[in-house]
């Protein structure tokens, strides 16, 4: 199977740094289908290079002794990935469906270039919508007095189907550090509201009783502070004073919707890099 090669650069600025990794993919007879770069105010560097992997010199298996002695000169944090090793995604959901069924539209239809082993839900709700598409869904009900119990069901069915990406789809559930640190920048969220605004519970309720005249969602890494992990993606639509709750429920859902999947394909396209508490997203 054919196969493109994305190599994911952050490193402190220095000159010469593009010539240097262009040279180095040339020596090995490289071609460089795609190179977006940023330079943030704190002087560090950001690049995403995709390289065609036919015909590129080395291996898979060889890729890291060859490229770890420029990596050591100029201080980068590298990663690499390979368009014909899809990322496993596990989808976490409650009650609320709508970015369920939206991520596995997406998904069946080919928008979405991962594998979906299982979907995880404190709730029952969604189990038939699942396994229409023939994925296994896992009923892990929780409480307080049970929360350690189903966080550690939860980690071994993470590990045991090798998981790369977790994505909370209206998972009303606050995620320990014991999870959230074992996928650090791997687990995105959907939060109901344009952060930092209305952070926590019932955003509608606080935007409709603000008076606002827009509301949005926003996609962010899961971090162990609630709603505050870096943003990838978000994005708005307009209310006026004639909408309800309800209202801005409906409308809110539509924008949810959009803006998790944007994130959730960004981030399997190996277009996001965490730069402190932000991103740099290579659309």
Same mark, same amino acid.
């Given at each position: 199977?054919? =196969?493109? /090669?994305?190599?994911? /650069?952050? !490193? ?19 071609? /460089?289908?795609?190179?977006?770069? #940023?330079?943030? *105010? ?26 770890? %002695?420029? $990596? ?18 596990? /989808?976490?959901?409650?009650?609320? *469906?709508? !970015? ?12 979405? %270039? ?7 839900? +404190? ?8 396994? $229409?598409?023939?994925?296994?869904? =896992? ?12 966080? *550690? ?7 045991? =189907? ?6 909370? $789809? ?6 320990? %550090?014991?999870?959230? +640190?074992? #996928? ?7 939060? &109901?509201?344009?952060? %930092? ?7 509608? &309720?606080?935007? &409709? ?7 949005? $969602? ?48 960004? &981030? ?8 402190? +508490? ?6």
């Amino acid at each position: 199977m054919s =196969y493109n /090669i994305r190599l994911l /650069i952050d !490193c402190p600025d220095r000159k010469g740094l593009i010539a240097a990794i262009s040279s180095f993919i040339a020596m090995h007879n490289g071609n /460089i289908l795609s190179a977006d770069q #940023y330079v943030s *105010d704190s002087g560090r560097f950001f690049m995403r290079l995709v390289i065609e992997g036919e015909g590129f010199g080395l291996r898979k298996e060889e890729f890291g002794a060859a490229f770890t %002695p420029l $990596a050591r000169q100029y201080s980068m944090n590298w990663q690499i990935y390979y368009t014909d090793q899809p990322k496993r995604v596990a /989808i976490l959901v409650s009650k609320q *469906d709508h !970015c369920l069924v939206d991520l596995l539209w997406r998904w069946d239809a080919g928008e979405l %270039p991962a594998e979906i082993p299982l979907v995880i839900s +404190n709730h029952t709700n969604a189990a038939s919508r699942v396994e $229409a598409y023939g994925i296994p869904f =896992y009923h892990l009900p929780v409480t307080k007095e049970t929360r350690e119990e189903q966080e *550690d069901k939860i980690l071994e069915l993470l590990d045991k =189907y090798s998981i790369d990406l977790v994505v909370l $789809a209206r998972y009303m559930q606050i995620l320990t %550090p014991k999870v959230v +640190n074992a #996928y650090r920048q791997r687990m995105i969220n959907i939060h &109901h509201s344009f952060l %930092p605004a209305f952070v926590g519970a019932n955003p509608y &309720h606080q935007a &409709h009783a603000r008076g606002v005249k827009i509301i949005g $969602a926003t996609a962010h890494y899961v971090t162990e502070e609630l709603d505050a992990g870096p943003i990838i993606n978000q994005d708005i639509a307009h209310v006026s004073h004639r909408d309800t709750v309800q209202d801005m429920i409906r409308i809110g859902r539509e924008v949810e919707r959009r803006v998790l999947a944007r994130a959730v394909r960004w &981030h399997l396209e190996d277009r996001v890099l965490v730069d402190g +508490n932000r991103t740099v997203v290579f659309e």
